[in-house]
C-alpha cells in the first residue's frame, strides 16, 4: 500500500503523464484505470491513448480486455467511431480536425460514469496540440495511454513523466522479464548533457556536429544514423560533439567502436524515445571511451506489474515486486493487487 500511495503522490506533482508498455498485455490500460480511480475526485483529469485501448478483446491475441473506465467530470479524447458507441452522457467540448482512419477526434466531457474505447492522436504533432488543448480546458492532470511498440508519445517535450507498464506477457522466465525491464529503465535515466544547452528542436532531419570550445553547430551531410556512408571519420577528427536528432541505433554506435571513433566522442540523442540501441551495445559504446547523452531526459516516476499473462501462467506479485524495488528508486505497484 505504501508504494501505492508513493506513485499517485509522484502522479500528482506533474501535468502530463504517459504510460509506457514494455509489451503488450502487460497493463497499461488497468494503470489508467488505476490513476482515474484514485485520482478524480481530487484533480481534473484528462485522458486519450495514441492506440486502441478499451477494446473488448486483443485485436491480436484475441483475449478479454480490460475496459477505459470514465468517471463523471473527465474530459477524454477518442475518435468519432468510438464515440458514437459510448453508452454514457457526455458533452462534446469541441472536434479536432485532424483526421484518422476512424475519424476525427472529439474531445468530450462525461457527464456521468462509464466506459470507453479510447483511439486518440497517432502522429506526435497532433498529440502535443491536444495536450495543449487539454490544458486551456483546465485540465489539472493528463494521460496518455500508450500502443504496443511506440514509445514516442512519452518524449519530455510532450510528458512531464512516465509510468513503464511491465509483466508476465514479457516473458515466461521471470530473471529475463527483470533485465528487460531494468534495460529500459536504465536507457530512460541517460544522463542529459549540459554543457552547452542549446535549442535542438530547430534541428531537424540530420547530424550536427557541435564545436566544444565555440559551441557552433554544424550540418553534417548525412541524414540519419542508418544512411550515415563511409567518411564520417573525417568529421569527428577535431570536433567530438555530436548531436543527432534521428534514431540512434545499435549499428551505428557497433560502427564507431569499429572504427576507433568512440574515445572522448560525445553522441547526443533529443531524448530516450530516439535511442534504437541495446545497453550492451550502449556499454560498450562507453567502455571504449564515447559517451551517450540527451538532450531531454525523462522522468520515470514509477513501474506497474501485471504478474499474469494472457497465456495463462502467473508470476508471484510479491516476488516479483521485491525483486525489481531492490534495483530501481521508483515504487513498483501492482496496480490490480487487492488494496489498490
Same mark, same amino acid.
Given at each position: ?72 467530470g473527465m ?112 536507457i530512460m535515466?541517460?544522463? $542529459? ?13 540530420? @547530424? ?46 557497433? @560502427? ?68 525489481? $524495488?531492490s534495483r ?13
Amino acid at each position: 500500500m505504501k508504494n501505492s500511495k508513493k506513485l499517485l503522490k509522484n502522479i500528482t506533482k506533474h501535468k502530463c503523464v504517459s504510460i509506457v508498455g514494455l509489451e503488450k498485455n502487460t497493463g497499461k490500460t488497468e494503470t489508467m484505470n488505476f490513476i482515474t480511480r484514485n485520482i478524480h475526485k481530487k484533480l481534473n483529469i484528462a485522458i486519450t491513448s495514441i492506440g486502441l485501448d478499451g477494446e473488448s478483446f486483443d485485436q491480436i491475441a484475441y483475449t478479454p480486455k480490460p475496459p477505459v473506465n470514465i468517471f463523471d467530470g473527465m474530459v477524454f479524447a477518442t475518435c468519432e467511431a468510438f464515440y458514437r458507441e459510448k453508452k454514457f452522457l457526455s458533452e462534446i467540448l469541441y472536434i479536432n480536425e485532424h483526421k484518422t482512419p476512424l475519424g476525427r477526434t472529439v474531445i468530450a466531457k462525461a457527464k456521468e460514469n462509464g466506459q470507453i474505447v479510447l483511439a486518440g492522436p497517432v502522429i506526435n504533432a497532433h498529440l502535443k496540440e491536444l495536450v495543449n488543448d487539454f490544458k486551456r480546458l483546465n485540465s489539472e492532470l493528463i494521460i496518455i495511454d500508450g500502443a504496443f511498440s511506440r514509445i514516442s508519445h512519452s518524449s519530455p517535450l510532450i510528458s512531464d513523466a512516465v509510468i513503464l507498464a511491465t509483466g508476465a506477457a514479457v516473458s515466461l522466465n521471470i530473471n529475463i522479464l527483470v533485465n528487460k525491464t531494468l534495460e529500459i529503465t536504465k536507457i530512460m535515466s541517460i544522463e $542529459q548533457y549540459s554543457d552547452t544547452p542549446f535549442n535542438c528542436e530547430r534541428l531537424e532531419h540530420g @547530424m550536427f556536429l557541435i564545436d566544444d570550445k565555440t559551441g557552433e553547430i554544424t550540418r553534417l551531410p548525412f541524414d540519419s544514423t542508418i544512411t550515415c556512408p563511409e567518411g564520417i571519420e573525417s568529421h569527428l577528427l577535431s570536433k567530438k560533439t555530436l548531436f543527432i536528432s534521428g534514431a540512434i541505433t545499435g549499428s551505428f554506435l557497433r @560502427m564507431l567502436v569499429q572504427k576507433g571513433l568512440a574515445k572522448d566522442l560525445t553522441v547526443i540523442a533529443r531524448d530516450y524515445t530516439r535511442i534504437f540501441a541495446s545497453l550492451e551495445d550502449i556499454e560498450r559504446f562507453e567502455k571504449k571511451g564515447g559517451s551517450l547523452k540527451v538532450m531531454y531526459n525523462v522522468n520515470l516516476i514509477g513501474i506497474t506489474i501485471n504478474p499474469w499473462s494472457p497465456a495463462g501462467y502467473k508470476y508471484s506479485s510479491s516476488e516479483l515486486i521485491d525483486t525489481l $524495488q531492490s534495483r530501481v528508486n521508483v515504487p513498483v505497484v501492482d496496480v490490480l493487487g487487492e488494496d489498490n
